[in-house]
């Protein structure tokens, strides 16, 4: 069971930036680190996942604004928000999926508020 602890969410104004960390409690070989967020009513969205290769991805919304990567010495994830707008508003929530003899797992930390005020 890994353990993921999260850090840095809070209200900031629009066009402000924020960083969010997640440390997770072990590690895999073959992994997925990355961060979703739920606003009020909606699904939890992907935001931005980054694997154990190095390779990156963001949903639309958020390209050229938000910077993921990782340490994974640490086994740490962390999450740039710069530029940020009131629809980023939400609950973020860090994720770790990792490939245990053959099948995806996928792991939650507990959630950190982010409200972006205009």
């Known amino acids: 069971q890994v353990q993921l602890v999260e850090s840095g969410g809070g209200l900031v104004q629009a066009g402000g930036s924020q960083r969010l960390s997640c440390t997770a409690s072990?590690?895999?070989?073959?992994?997925?680190m990355g961060w979703y967020r739920q606003a009020p009513g909606n699904q939890r969205d992907l935001v931005a996942t980054?694997?154990?290769?190095?390779?990156?991805n963001y949903t639309d919304s958020v390209k050229g604004r938000f910077i993921i990567s990782r340490d994974s010495a640490k086994n740490t994830v962390s999450l740039q928000m710069n530029s940020l707008k009131p629809e980023d508003t939400g609950v973020y929530y860090c994720?770790?999926?990792?490939?245990?003899?053959?099948?995806?797992?996928?792991?939650w930390g507990q959630g950190t508020q982010i409200t972006v005020s205009s």
């Open positions: 994720s770790y999926q990792a490939l245990v003899a053959g099948t995806w797992i996928q792991y």
């Open positions: 980054v694997t154990s290769g190095g390779g990156t």
């Open positions: 072990e590690t895999y070989r073959i992994n997925v």
